[in-house]
């Protein structure tokens, strides 16, 4: 199977629309997802999820029926989404995620095939989707790879990411690749990319993957938008100053919308049904985030979208 950028364009074509208005997980993953929208497609951010709790701006408000969520899924049919969890079981696919632009859907990667999940990030994603070239710079291409720790990904699992790099066919995928398999790229996130991060306070935990050659923990930024603003707009500049990007402005949030997050098992999941677990929980989003493990939010309804005005 190959993918096609013609293809996924013709089915989610607001996928390469401009103007659009947008959510992103509240992540680092998220943030550069944002700078990348703002500047190819002029999307407005309007505010942030962590899979719990959704902070939204009163402009987001007004487009809850037309937002974009980023670097996440969501359930409601109403919803576009783009993101790279794996999300069924068996292979059948809940109808609210038929407007979710997700890899694995596309692939056909349910749980029962979770070592040949996407490996990559939502931004490279969108880089091979929009056809942007890999910068040829150790420290951008080392930016984008600390997305989701795809660095490491590409030197734990060597199989499934050649598998997915012919599946994104047409791309140079092995000039990434390579240097996330190089003594270089473990140089630059030790010496330069990490202590940069954590400098400015962009690193609140770690992984268990680690790299080969010098054992780094890979490391990630989750953020809550009531207080780190400052750190959202650094990230964000950096990502505007190293690949010429026009950052977007920070959305002012009119309200946070509380969910209640949950996890059970998969093999309960499977025991009950996904449908009934979906209705019984008003499940908002979910994401099968281990071969055992089934996360869910909820606001508590399940046709009517968490953000009323």
């Known amino acids: 199977m190959n993918f096609n950028q013609k293809d ?3 089915k989610f074509a607001w996928l390469n629309e401009k103007n659009h208005h947008f959510i992103i997980s509240a992540d680092y993953d998220g943030l550069i997802c944002a700078a990348f929208l703002n500047h190819y497609l002029n999307w407005k951010l309007e505010g942030y999820y962590d899979f719990e709790n959704i902070w939204i701006s009163k402009e987001g408000i ?9 670097d996440l899924n969501i359930l409601p049919s109403q919803g576009r989404a783009i993101g790279g969890h794996i999300i069924t079981i068996d292979g059948t696919i809940p109808k609210g995620f038929r407007t979710s632009c997700n890899p694995n859907i596309l692939a056909g990667i349910s749980a029962e095939k979770f070592k040949f999940k996407f490996p990559f990030s939502t931004i490279l994603f969108l880089f091979w989707l929009h056809n942007i070239v890999i910068p040829n710079d150790n420290f951008k291409k ?15 699992y060597p199989k499934n990411t050649e598998n997915w790099s012919k599946i994104l066919s047409n791309y140079n995928w092995n000039f990434l690749i390579d240097f996330a398999n190089s003594k270089i ?10 202590p940069n991060l954590i400098g400015i306070g962009a690193i609140s935990g770690k992984s268990k993957l680690k790299s080969k050659q010098r054992n780094i923990h890979s490391k990630e930024y989750k953020f809550n938008p ?9 990230l964000l500049n950096l990502f505007g100053k190293h690949f010429q990007w026009t950052p977007p402005k920070i959305p002012k949030i009119e309200k946070c919308i509380l969910g209640e997050r949950n996890k059970i098992s998969l093999k309960d999941v499977k025991k009950i049904g996904i449908s009934k677990i979906l209705t019984k929980n008003r499940i908002f989003s ?12 909820s606001f508590g309804t399940v046709r009517k979208s968490p953000i009323n005005e």
């Open 142 to 156: 080392s930016i984008l790879l600390h997305a989701d720790a795809v660095w490491l990904k590409m030197q734990q």
């Open 226 to 234: 009531d207080w780190d603003e400052d750190v959202i707009l650094y």
């Open 286 to 297: 979910y994401a099968i985030s281990s071969p055992k493990i089934f996360n869910f939010t």
């Open 185 to 194: 790229i473990e140089e630059i996130i030790d010496q330069r990319l990490y």
């Open 62 to 70: 007004k487009n809850k029926s037309n937002l974009i969520w980023v």
């Open 8 to 10: 996924i364009f013709h």
